[in-house]
């Protein structure tokens, strides 16, 4: 197991910086505590989007910590693969792997919508509302 922070260790610091409890956190943030100490403990290492938001939400985290803390969920694996390294740093690629009904179109849509520089405020909700805003946008 890689000894560099990872997500887990940003999540536990950010809870203990606004001073709760794993079962507080998870209370707040409508997660099992189990699932919280899961993210923690490693042996979750890359949660969903949607959870990574409740808790970036839940920290009250500026822009700046809010980009790193996202960019540590998606990136807080043990060793990078061979694929990976050979990306240009100017291109993503996302792998959204789940079970059916769980949210992954969803939550694709609105890191796609994000990283196009669309606001929160501006993004519909809905998946449906989604899937047109982003066909309909020049």
Known sequence: MSTEPGFGDLVRAYRQR?????????ELCGLSVRGLRNIETRKRLRPRPSTARILADAFKLTDEERSGFFRLAVHSVTEPTAQAATVPPAVAVVAV?????VGKTDDALVILLRSLGIPDAA???GLEGRIGFSWSRD
């Open 97 to 101: 792997v789940g079970l059916g009904g």
């Open 123 to 125: 993004i519909p909700s």
């Open 18 to 26: 606004i001073g709760l409890s794993q079962q507080e956190l998870a």
